[in-house]
Nanobody, 124 residues
Framework: QVQLVESGGGLVQAGGSLRLSCAAS????????MGWFRQAPGKGRDFVAA????????YYADSVKGRFTISRDNAKNTVYLQMNSLKLEDTAVYYC?????????????????WGQGTQVTVSS
């Protein structure tokens, strides 16, 4: 069982930056690939980024490539999402997820555990 708690969301102007954190419980955090997804009002949950168990492999949605960076610190049981050059269309609830395998996936159906989400609002 893994429990995930996101933090770091908030209101930011377009062009600004935010760093999301996701703290995980449990001693097997390093066994899980981790991902970030987001859901805008009235839309489905979309893949944002994912990282392998070691941090050595990362995947990004085309819409965030070059602007967002996913990383993890297994000693702190935490995964991060650094978001730069934020755009209005990045506004969404951001969810952290854990996948019970070491290599990441961009499909939400492959993830076993989810956090409660953190709101990111980008204003003009």
């Amino acid at each position: 069982q893994v429990q995930l708690v996101e933090s770091g969301g908030g209101l930011v102007q377009a062009g600004g930056s935010l760093r999301l954190s996701c703290a995980a419980s449990g001693r097997t955090f390093s066994s899980y690939a981790m991902g970030w997804f987001r859901q805008a009002p009235g839309k489905g949950r979309d893949f944002v980024a994912a990282v392998s168990w070691s941090g050595g492999t990362t995947y990004y949605a085309d819409s965030v490539k070059g602007r967002f960076t996913i990383s993890r610190d297994n000693a702190k049981n935490t995964v991060y999402l650094q978001m730069n050059s934020l755009k209005l269309e990045d506004t969404a609830v951001y969810y952290c997820a854990a996948q019970g395998r070491r290599e990441p996936s961009n499909s939400a159906i492959n993830y076993d555990y989810w956090g409660q989400g953190t709101q990111v609002t980008v204003s003009s």
